[in-house]
């Protein structure tokens, strides 16, 4: 087909290419699920039916799309992992995003009575999406991981947390101040020379970022702070 004058507007369209042989990474989370949530009479802190509905629409969208290897899912969110190789339409981050959001989305609504028997939806719901690219095993199971610690500890403080109010009678704010501990970090500190090489805890309510002014190209830098880049290679 001969060309059009208007054709030169496909070169404003921006190249999303995932860099190749990572692990592509899709991040669903429903939008605004706290009101969802209360709207829908959802159980706290885990309402199963919502739960099993989530992984409804995962494994939906695993069966109609290509390439995906693992999903894993909590709260309100889902992550879908394509295989390193993948080459589904080129591997653009906008087209894995919005297949999986839209077919996501779709399937939320499509299978909702199949969970929620007495329970009638009663606005469309909707799902952000984004792209994170791995570039090793050792990341892509790093990054499962921080999900999956997630879930955890929101589980942990929402299980303590609804106890208080449902089981103790205490207010949700009353709750809250009970759960509350101070952010506690802890640091290896320079000691006299007699007790060095021995660890000591420092607590800290806050970490403070701190300017430096140092060479970062050398080893040094990178020895004398090895937490920055953890133990990946
Ligand atoms: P967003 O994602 O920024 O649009 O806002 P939200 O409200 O979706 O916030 P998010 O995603 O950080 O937190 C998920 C919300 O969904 C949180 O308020 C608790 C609620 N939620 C998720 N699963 C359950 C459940 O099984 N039971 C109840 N009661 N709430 C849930
Ligand atoms: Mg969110
Ligand atoms: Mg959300
Ligand atoms: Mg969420
Ligand atoms: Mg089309």
Same mark, same amino acid.
């Given at each position: 087909?001969?060309?059009?004058?208007?054709?030169?507007?496909?070169?404003?369209?921006?190249?999303?290419?995932?860099?190749?042989?990572?692990?592509?990474?899709?991040?669903?989370?429903?939008?605004?699920?706290?009101?969802?949530?209360?709207?829908?009479?959802?159980?706290?802190?885990?309402?199963?039916?919502?739960?099993?509905?989530?992984?409804?629409?995962?494994?939906?969208?695993?069966?109609?799309?290509?390439?995906?290897?693992?999903?894993?899912?909590? /709260?309100?969110?889902? /992550?879908?992992?394509?295989?390193?190789? /993948?080459?589904?339409?080129?591997?653009?981050?906008?087209?894995?995003?919005?297949? &999986?959001?839209?077919?996501?989305?779709?399937?939320?609504?499509?299978?909702?009575?199949?969970?929620?028997?007495?329970?009638?939806?009663?606005?469309?719901?909707?799902?952000?999406?984004?792209?994170?690219?791995?570039?090793?095993?050792?990341?892509?199971?790093?990054?499962? /991981?921080?999900?999956?610690?997630?879930?955890?500890?929101?589980?942990?403080?929402?299980?303590?947390?609804?106890?208080?109010?449902?089981?103790?009678?205490?207010?949700?704010?009353?709750?809250?101040?009970?759960?509350?501990?101070?952010?506690?970090?802890?640091?290896? &500190?320079?000691?006299?020379?007699?007790?060095?090489?021995?660890?000591?805890?420092?607590?800290?309510?806050?970490?403070?970022?701190?300017?430096?002014?140092?060479?970062?190209?050398?080893?040094?830098?990178?020895?004398?702070?090895?937490?920055?880049?953890?133990?990946?290679?």
């Amino acid at each position: 087909m001969a060309k059009s004058k208007f054709e030169y507007v496909r070169n404003f369209e921006a190249d999303d290419t995932c860099l190749a042989h990572c692990w592509v990474v899709v991040r669903l989370d429903g939008r605004n699920f706290h009101r969802f949530a209360e709207k829908h009479n959802f159980a706290k802190p885990n309402d199963s039916r919502a739960l099993h509905l989530m992984t409804k629409c995962a494994q939906t969208v695993m069966t109609e799309l290509e390439d995906i290897v693992i999903a894993y899912g909590q /709260s309100d969110e889902y /992550s879908f992992v394509f295989k390193r190789k /993948s080459n589904w339409f080129k591997r653009r981050a906008s087209k894995f995003m919005t297949h &999986v959001a839209s077919q996501f989305a779709s399937s939320y609504v499509f299978y909702w009575r199949d969970y929620f028997e007495d329970q009638p939806l009663l606005y469309p719901p909707g799902f952000d999406g984004r792209v994170i690219v791995y570039p090793n095993n050792q990341t892509l199971k790093d990054y499962l /991981s921080w999900r999956q610690a997630d879930c955890h500890v929101n589980n942990l403080y929402n299980t303590v947390f609804w106890a208080l109010v449902q089981q103790s009678g205490l207010t949700p704010v009353q709750a809250q101040e009970r759960l509350q501990v101070g952010e506690v970090t802890t640091k290896e &500190v320079k000691l006299p020379a007699e007790i060095e090489g021995k660890k000591m805890a420092v607590t800290r309510t806050r970490i403070k970022p701190v300017p430096l002014y140092c060479d970062i190209i050398g080893d040094a830098f990178w020895k004398e702070h090895p937490e920055i880049l953890d133990e990946d290679s």
